[in-house]
């Protein structure tokens, strides 16, 4: 996984992106370019924070969960 | 009597959707609609550690900011696992200070290699050739250059024909033999007489005859 370590703790474009939502719900364009990612990397890092539960889809926009925000504190 | 068994391998054309793919590379699981609305070059090595697609690596990793600045995202490919790949651009860093800031898929089950006609048995049968795939935003191909094992590709030229179809695709035009940013394009040739006789007419272009005239952008 690219986003979050095999300790499940996220690596260091996931912790980007997860400050990127902890702002603000955005669309994969919007985090891409707030954490400075290519917009791939953040398509792809965006499926794996929500399937393991740190991001929530809402539309073509995402949130921090809880757990997210845990994480990143 | 003896069954010859004939295997054919559809090749992606130009002017067609790339087919979708969801795989493993160096930078995570990656779906070709990843890169939905960016260019992409797709291309294949035959296998990491060699020494003609080491030097391949790092001449896409130079042309790797020409690309960003026109839109473009590169994803190489070859057989070799994760492990390997991750091992391999460690390695080049760590001897030629060149970072590979690409991602790399590792097609173990060869299931990219074979939707893109990657593998040509007749110069290997287990490796990938070195293809190149260039793909626009819309995920169509547009172009497919393929290079035997043994001949490095040309960074030039993989430029020049991204330049020439981006500016085909912004002013409806063609691009002559050997054509650079700058140089003078091709209009599209007049379709009937009366278009034809006013063609060679018009001031702005500079014409051979009706069928072939260019101008500056």
Known sequence: MACISPDGKPTESGTKMLRALKSRLGSAEEIAKDAGLPLFRVRSGLRELTQAGLANQKGDKYEISDKGAELIG | ?217
């Not at chain 2, 087919?19 to 493993?24: L, N």
């Not at chain 2, 090595?45 to 690309?67: K, R």
């Open chain 2, 1 to 217: 009597m003896e069954e010859v068994k004939q295997q054919v391998i559809s090749l992606p054309r130009l002017g067609e959707p790339a087919p979708a793919f969801e795989t493993a590379t160096t930078h995570g699981v990656l779906k070709l609609e990843d890169f939905k609305g960016s260019w992409l070059v797709l291309f294949s090595h035959p296998a990491d550690f060699t020494p003609v697609c080491t030097t391949e690596f790092i001449a896409f990793a130079e042309i790797y900011p020409e690309l960003q600045k026109r839109g473009v995202e590169l994803l190489g490919l070859s057989v070799d696992s994760t492990s390997s790949h991750i091992a391999w651009v460690r390695n080049v860093e760590e001897k030629t200070g060149v970072k590979i800031p690409f991602p790399i898929i590792a097609d173990l089950n060869k299931e990219v290699s074979m939707a893109y006609g990657m593998i040509h048995p007749g110069q290997s049968k287990t490796e990938t050739v070195r293809c190149v795939f260039i793909i626009d935003s819309n995920q169509i191909i547009r172009t497919v250059l393929y290079y035997p094992l043994t001949t490095g590709r040309n960074m030039d030229e993989i430029l020049r024909i991204i330049d020439a179809l981006q500016t085909t695709d912004e002013h409806k035009v063609a691009t002559p033999a050997n054509w650079r940013p700058g140089d003078m394009v091709v209009v599209p040739p007049p379709s009937t007489q009366e278009m034809a006789e006013e063609r060679v007419k018009q001031k702005e272009y500079e014409c051979i005859d009706w069928y072939l005239c260019k101008k500056k952008l």
